[in-house]
T-cell receptor
Framework: KQEVTQIPAALSVPEGENLVLNCSFT??????LQWFRQDPGKGLTSLLL???SQREQTSGRLNASLDKSSGRSTLYIAASQPGDSATYLC??????????WGAGTKLIIKP | GAGVSQSPRYKVAKRGQDVALRCDPI?????LFWYQQALGQGPEFLTY????????KSGLPSDRFFAERPEGSVSTLKIQRTQQEDSAVYLC?????????????FGPGTRLLVL
């Protein structure tokens, strides 16, 4: 059974720093790996989707990588801003076409 | 509409009460998903619709949970005889096509508290 883990559970960094969020999954048989942002009261917003055949995806200051063989994905945020403060979740689309989610990393960017 | 909407946004129910949660997906979206998110956890899949057909209900935790999408647009998640462990945020998402591998667009969720 696919399990997705995100470490750390919480992270606080000063504004302007580059940072990396980690996601690991136990079963490499995935169709894609997705990163979402969750803001209180506003639901989930899709950030990046990496197909299983891809190694990375970029959108603005965000870059997500995928290494299926090691069961890992990272989300890199460049030049962090206070508006980046949110909970970031990763989810793997498993062989049953179900999204299996991590518990998230709560990110706080200090001005 | 511009995005996925859900109602009510908050619901307090007494244990044993039935509740109905509504989801209005993005207009024209074929696929619709329901998730349950407990506090401090990631969402967990409940069920999936392609148009009006419920193709996957393997995530529904018990037969007290029932979902429908009779006309292939609005969906309702019904929970009968609510229990305290049903307290969670219920998220609805939709995606444009029939593939479950597409980007999903989420509503704000309904926060259910069972007393």
């Amino acid at each position: 059974k696919q399990e997705v883990t995100q470490i750390p559970a919480a992270l606080s960094v000063p504004e302007g720093e580059n940072l990396v969020l980690n996601c690991s999954f136990t079963d490499s048989a995935i169709y894609n790996l997705q990163w979402f942002r969750q803001d209180p009261g506003k639901g989930l917003t899709s950030l990046l989707l990496i197909q299983s055949s891809q190694r990375e995806q970029t959108s603005g200051r965000l870059n997500a990588s995928l290494d299926k063989s090691s069961g890992r994905s990272t989300l890199y945020i460049a030049a962090s801003q206070p508006g980046d403060s949110a909970t970031y979740l990763c989810a793997a689309l498993d062989s049953n076409y179900q999204l299996i989610w991590g518990a998230g990393t709560k990110l706080i960017i200090k001005p | 509409g511009a995005g996925v909407s859900q109602s009510p946004r908050y619901k307090v129910a007494k244990r044993g009460q039935d509740v109905a949660l509504r989801c209005d997906p993005i207009s024209g979206h074929v696929s619709l998903f329901w998730y349950q998110q407990a506090l401090g956890q990631g969402p967990e899949f409940l069920t999936y619709f392609q148009n009006e057909a419920q193709l996957d209900k393997s995530g529904l935790p018990s037969d007290r949970f029932f979902a429908e999408r009779p006309e292939g647009s609005v969906s309702t998640l019904k929970i009968q005889r609510t229990q305290q462990e049903d307290s969670a945020v219920y998220l609805c998402a939709s995606s444009q096509g029939p593939s479950r591998a597409e980007t999903q667009y989420f509503g704000p969720g309904t926060r259910l508290l069972v007393l």
